[in-house]
């Protein structure tokens, strides 16, 4: 049968992406594979935000062409933002890729996956009912290559972003703010509950300013629609901007009972001069009032930021009141790096601040943000939480990684759980006995189908040795 590998890097809009990609490449009867040496289609969904992961991305395209030396059948394919920024130099700088999509070009690559499938052979062309209906509907958001992705969905409300902060490449290569259609987005929700999806997140860069074209619904109410769907578990959102954050907003959140109680609102800097010159369009004074209100209608709830340091301009004293805000806000989690220049943004253009003072502020803000973490983490020690699988742990094979609704990364013993019982019940009941920065760790007590069923199934465990007992 015809396989496609992707690998995927950057943020949740290119996760929503390689998801599209999958659900077309089923629907022309691809396989999704974790191998990209048995592949027949070697995807590659780039990310351009930083130096890093450009540099990373052509690094995997040189490695991929050793598959490509070894079976000139094997087609590679880059999409996602570097290929958008560097559409037309890419084929120039590794010219054994087959071929090249922008942002915007995602239709155009799931149509050439569908043209080129027969050149893989038509023995077992796997068009399925479902994958038939979920073609139609839109795609399904199948596994990216792991056996429990279907429990998570991420569906894409919005593409393209129109603010322009001054060190972000998104709407250069995303081009500005462009609202799926609601039934569109529905359809593809309900899509993912069929087939099984315990949490559907919806993403967007700004998502929180989506605004559906025809009926002037606003996010509110698209969060309210989606989380009364029938048949839907859990319900998410990435990534909100501090200045679409409304009170009618707010009171949705504090409202819905199978909204995850975890919010993203990257805050970058608390310096209102940095604010300025990165163009956030908020002030320190604004973020605290925005979550002064966040509190006050969604208690107990995660706060999590993103934090850019050493931004060109940032003077001691700048940085200084970034750490005291951290400090106040307290976060539950943060995403930090020391700015990096992106080509064709505006502050690529300003002087910079020398790397090593800013890799002296990351080191400083990391020791402020773990505070923040370790408070967030402490209370869960003694507790049962219940999270949601995401398989086995990058480190340690026999146990299992899962994720609370909050947001807080659960590790424990698989024990005797296979993926047979886990893919029918994701949910996991860990009894948590050790916090660290990074989470919790603890010991499976059961496993549920839902995220509300009152009582798990007991964790499968044999209490005899029935071979010796034989
Ligand atoms: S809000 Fe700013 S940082 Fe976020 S995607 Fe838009 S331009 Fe980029």
């Known amino acids: 049968m015809a396989s496609i590998y992707i690998e995927t890097y950057g943020c949740q809009m290119n996760e929503a992406d390689s998801q599209y990609i999958a659900d077309r490449a089923s629907a022309s009867g691809y396989a999704v594979t974790d191998d990209a040496a048995a592949a027949n289609v070697v995807v590659i969904n780039t990310c351009t935000v930083r130096d890093n992961a450009e540099k990373r991305a052509y690094g995997r395209m040189a490695q991929f062409k050793k ?4 079976d000139p059948g094997v087609k590679l394919v880059v999409c996602g933002c570097l290929a958008e920024q560097d559409r037309d130099v890419m084929t120039g700088k590794a010219p054994y890729i087959d071929a090249v999509f922008g942002t915007r070009d995602l239709a155009r690559l ?5 043209t080129w499938r ?3 052979g038509d023995d077992e062309i796997d068009l399925t009912q479902e994958n038939l209906l979920l073609g139609k509907l839109g795609g399904h958001g199948d596994c990216v290559g792991d056996a429990y992705a279907h429990v998570r969905a991420f569906v894409n409300v919005q593409r393209g972003c129109s603010y322009f902060c001054t060190y972000c490449i998104v709407p250069h290569v995303r081009g500005r703010f462009d609202n799926r259609a609601l039934d569109d987005i529905l359809s593809e929700c309900r899509a993912a509950i069929a087939r099984g999806a315990r949490e559907i997140t919806l993403v967007g860069q700004t998502v929180n300013a989506y605004k559906e074209p025809a009926s002037n619904a606003d996010f509110a109410d698209l969060l309210a629609i989606v989380s009364a769907l029938p048949g839907i ?3 998410t959102f990435l990534t ?6 409304t009170p009618k907003l707010a009171a949705t959140m504090g409202a819905l009972p199978n909204l995850n109680p975890r919010f993203h609102l990257p805050v970058q800097s608390g310096s209102d001069p940095i604010l300025r010159r990165m163009n956030r369009k908020y002030s320190v004074a604004q973020y605290r009032e925005k979550i002064a209100l966040f509190r006050a209608t969604c208690p107990d709830w995660a706060l999590t930021t993103d934090l850019i340091v050493a931004f060109p301009g940032e003077s001691d004293d700048d940085f200084e009141r970034t750490l005291a805000l951290c400090d106040e806000m307290s976060f539950a989690q943060a995403f930090m790096f020391v700015y990096s220049p992106r080509r064709g943004t505006p502050a690529a253009l300003w002087e910079q601040v020398p790397p090593q003072i800013g890799g002296e502020r990351l080191r400083r803000l990391a020791e402020t943000i773990d505070r923040g973490v370790r408070a967030f983490h402490a209370p869960k020690i003694g507790t049962t939480v219940r999270a949601l699988v995401q398989g086995p742990s990058r480190k340690d094979r026999s146990k299992l990684a899962a994720k609370t609704i909050d947001n807080v990364t659960v590790i424990a013993p698989a024990g005797a759980l ?3 019982e886990l893919r029918e019940r994701p949910w996991l009941d860990v009894s948590i006995d050790a916090v660290f920065t990074w989470g919790c760790s603890g010991e499976i007590a059961g496993i549920a189908a839902r995220y509300d069923d009152p009582s798990p199934v007991a964790a499968a465990r044999p209490t005899i040795d029935l071979v010796t007992a034989r």
């Open 67 to 70: 598959l490509k030396l070894a």
């Open 233 to 235: 578990d859990r319900l």
């Open 240 to 245: 909100s901007h501090p200045k679409d954050y």
């Open 118 to 120: 027969p050149e893989f």
């Open 418 to 420: 296979g993926e047979f």
């Open 110 to 114: 799931g149509d050439a996956l569908a």
